[in-house]
């Protein structure tokens, strides 16, 4: 009897917790309202996640497969477009940079486009096209855009001499070529 009484015992000791952790259904966790998601990046206002003043380090690839660094044109305004063939304006800002480089000359202000199409057979024109200071990056997986967190294409960035952001637009809104002509000359006439 005694082992019996030690099963009843030692079985009865191993129930009780058992039973002890049956208590009263639990109220269920206090629901907080899901976080909102993150704000989509604005392709107008905010067109990169970048300020206006941030020195901005970077090294564009260029269509020959070089790579041109930014810090090396410090002395000049530079004009960044981000940007693809298929892109608003494409076409045109060949002519429209080729212009502002005449006009403002190349030792005063440089211009990189920078294209992000895949193919490197869309890419036109070649350097025989574009004007002494006009330089072409090819980005295909558009790491630089990715970089820049770039909302919008084209995308322009208008760099002081000293390599900081002066200026930037997203996208085509009406006005974008003066107000990009605005932000090189507010950038040229900087000290």
Not at 72 to 84: D, F, K, N
Request: glycine letters at 8%; proline letters at 12%.
């Amino acid at each position: 009897m005694t082992s019996r009484a030690t099963l009843t015992a030692l079985a009865l000791a191993l129930a009780l917790p058992a039973i002890a952790c049956q208590t009263a259904p639990r109220k269920p966790a206090p629901s907080f309202p899901p976080e909102p998601p993150a704000p989509l990046p604005d392709p107008v206002h905010a067109p990169i996640d970048r300020e206006t003043g941030e020195l901005l380090e970077a090294t564009v690839p260029l269509l020959d497969g070089a790579g041109l660094p930014l810090a090396s044109l410090r002395g000049r305004v530079v004009v960044l477009e981000l940007s693809a063939t298929w892109a608003d304006r494409w076409s045109e800002s060949f002519a429209f940079y080729n212009r502002l480089l005449q006009q403002h000359g190349p030792e005063r202000l440089a211009v990189v486009v920078v294209a992000m199409d895949s193919e490197r057979a869309t890419l036109s024109p070649e350097p025989g096209v574009r004007a002494r200071g006009f330089d072409l990056g090819w980005d295909p997986q558009g790491a630089l855009a990715a970089r820049l967190q770039v909302a919008a294409l084209p995308t322009v960035v208008v760099l002081d001499r000293g390599g900081h952001i002066s200026f930037v637009q997203g996208g085509t809104p009406p006005g974008a070529t003066q107000a990009i002509e605005d932000g090189i000359r507010q950038a040229l006439a900087a000290p």
